[in-house]
């Protein structure tokens, strides 16, 4: 067996990188339960997720360009003119800024276990499991009133904490954004963009952190590789993203629930029958 992952693997990787990214089904898990079944039979490991991110992060970038733009003037208009400080996108755009910090400090606090033991298939598993069930639930109590414009501090903090959950593969950046969200009473569109718009610094930050860090050593997947796979998760994620938005706005998180519990008790299946490992 191989112990260097391909460029048809990468590109593989890359294509279910951009379907899974922005969806609440985790792209970490998939990326790391899919490792076993490539024919290398090997798993490409934290910094590969993280680089192959950048690619959906631009696929973000150019369809929220206007959103981004429009917090961005607003955000450094209020550095120099006090009397615009109370415009909605000002706050929003401190509140990106401030919920960007928990993932960021416990990223590099636990960067060593999450880049070794949280990988074990078993948690990831059960992390499919248990926080699908808790999006279902979010998605029926939830009130489902609340709009970005109307967004406060203590709940840029909630958002925050909660992105920072997916520093376990299984849990799901967008799912456990979006699932604080709802908990909140924020509507499913608001829940789902801010989640979009809450990833960018964090994921652009540990992608290029991962990029810097292993520039010139090599890993299990090639520089060259690995730069296909964050081209065609730019191309895939950008359709995905138009598609979730439709779907949320209609027939809200069910479907996502269902397939995380599916592929969830999947994998933990195939660990107990001895198919796959843990590690």
Not at 18 to 39: D, K, M, N, Y
Not at 87 to 114: E, H, K, M, T, Y
Not at 160 to 188: D, H, K
Request: net charge positive; charged share 10%; hydrophobic share 55%.
């Amino acid at each position: 067996m191989s112990s260097s992952v391909g460029w048809g693997e990468a590109a593989f990787l890359g294509l279910i990188q951009g379907l899974t990214e922005f969806l609440p089904v985790s792209s970490s898990a998939h990326l790391r339960i899919l490792g076993p079944f490539l024919p290398s039979g090997t798993d490409a490991g934290a910094a590969f997720t993280a680089i192959v991110q950048i690619g959906t992060e631009l696929a973000v970038l150019l369809y929220f360009r206007k959103d981004i733009y429009r917090i961005a003037a607003a955000w450094i208009t209020a550095l120099f003119n006090p009397a615009a400080r109370n415009d909605p996108d000002v706050r929003l755009g401190w509140l990106v800024i401030l919920g960007s910090f928990p993932i960021a400090i416990l990223g590099l606090l636990f960067q060593n276990a999450i880049e070794t033991y949280l990988r074990n298939l078993y948690i990831t598993a059960t992390m499919l499991i248990v926080f699908g069930l808790i999006l279902g639930l979010a998605d029926k109590v939830g009130k489902q009133t609340i709009t970005l414009d109307k967004m406060t501090w203590r709940d840029g903090i909630i958002f925050g904490f909660a992105q920072a959950m997916a520093l376990i593969p299984g849990v799901s950046r967008s799912g456990g954004t979006i699932t604080a969200g709802l908990l909140m009473g924020y509507t499913r569109e608001a829940a789902a963009r801010y989640s979009f718009l809450l990833a960018i610094p964090a994921v652009l930050a540990s992608g290029f952190y991962q990029l810097y860090k292993s520039w010139g050593v090599e890993g299990p997947v090639s520089h060259g590789a690995t730069a296909l796979a964050a081209g065609i998760s730019f191309v895939v994620g950008y359709g995905v993203i138009v598609v979730f938005l439709r779907i949320v706005s209609s027939k809200g998180y069910w479907p996502f629930v269902i397939y995380r519990v599916i592929l969830g008790v999947g994998v933990l299946a195939l660990l107990m029958l001895g198919i796959i490992a843990p590690h």
